[in-house]
C-alpha cells in the first residue's frame, strides 16, 4: 500500500499570504494518478487538482500543484478566508486508494 | 448536472448487516467507474472501495476487505455497498463518487451517515 503524509497537519495563515501543502509518497507515484481535495464540514469533497499539475474544472489559478516521484505541493496564493478547509492529497496509482492524512488551513 | 445521492445510513448495532445505495443521474453511469469513501473524525478520508465501470474489477480497503461488498445496478443507475460485520470504528460519513476510469473521482455526493454501536 502506497503511504501518504502530508504537512503541516495545520496552517494558519492571513488573507492575501501563499499556502505551500506538502504530500509526500512512500512509493514513487507517476504523476497522472496524485490528486488534491478541498473538503469543507458538511459539504462534499471538491477537486481541485488531478495528474499532479491539472486545475479541474471551475477551479481558480490561484490553486496549483506540482511535483514529481514521491514529493507533492499544493499551492494557493492569495488566500481567502473561504479557503479555510481540510485538504487532501490522493493516489490512484495502485488497485488501492490512498488518501493522505489531511492538513487543515485556517485563514 | 451531474448528482449522486446516497441512501440507507443509519445506526446498527456491532456485528450487523447495511447496504448504502447511490442513486446517479445528468451523466451516463454505465460508462464510469464509482467510489465509495468514508470520512471519520479520527482518520479524515479514508477510500473504501472501487468498482470498474462494467463490474468486472473491484477493488477494497483492507480494513473492509471480506466484510464489505460493492457493486452497481447500470439499468437502475445505481450503486450499492453492502456492509457487514460491522465495527465501531466503521463509524463514519460515507460518499459515493465517480471516476474516469482510475483516475480521481471528480464528483461526488453528500453523504450518508452510519453508526455502528450498541
Known amino acids: 500500500e502506497v503511504v501518504l503524509t502530508q504537512s503541516p497537519a495545520t496552517l494558519s495563515l492571513s488573507p492575501g499570504e501563499t499556502a505551500a501543502l506538502s504530500c509526500g509518497a512512500s512509493?514513487?507515484?507517476?504523476?497522472?494518478?496524485l490528486a488534491w481535495y478541498q473538503h469543507k464540514p458538511g459539504l462534499a469533497p471538491r477537486l481541485l487538482i488531478y495528474?499532479?499539475?491539472t486545475r479541474a474544472t471551475g477551479v481558480p489559478d490561484r490553486f496549483s500543484g506540482r511535483g514529481s516521484g514521491t514529493d507533492f505541493t499544493l499551492t494557493i496564493s492569495k488566500l481567502d478566508p473561504e479557503d479555510s478547509a481540510v485538504y487532501y492529497c490522493l493516489q490512484s496509482g495502485t488497485s488501492t486508494y490512498t488518501f493522505g492524512q489531511g492538513t487543515k488551513l485556517e485563514i | 448536472q451531474v448528482e449522486l445521492v446516497e441512501s440507507g445510513g443509519g445506526v446498527v448495532q456491532p456485528g450487523k448487516s447495511l447496504t448504502l445505495s447511490c442513486a446517479a443521474s445528468?451523466?451516463?453511469?454505465?460508462?464510469?467507474?464509482m467510489h465509495w469513501v468514508r470520512q471519520t473524525p479520527d482518520k479524515g478520508l479514508e477510500w473504501v472501495a472501487l468498482?470498474?465501470?462494467?463490474?468486472?474489477?473491484?477493488n477494497y480497503a483492507d480494513s473492509v476487505k471480506g466484510r464489505f461488498t460493492i457493486s452497481r445496478d447500470n439499468s437502475k443507475d445505481t450503486l450499492y455497498l453492502q456492509m457487514s460485520s460491522l465495527r465501531p470504528e466503521d463509524t463514519a460519513i460515507y460518499y459515493c463518487a465517480r471516476s474516469w476510469g482510475i483516475g480521481a473521482p471528480d464528483y461526488w455526493g453528500q453523504g450518508t451517515m452510519v453508526t455502528v454501536s450498541s
Open positions: 495528474g499532479a499539475s
Open positions: 445528468g451523466f451516463d453511469f454505465r460508462n464510469y467507474a
Open positions: 512509493h514513487t507515484l507517476r504523476d497522472t494518478y
Open positions: 468498482l470498474w465501470y462494467d463490474g468486472t474489477q473491484k
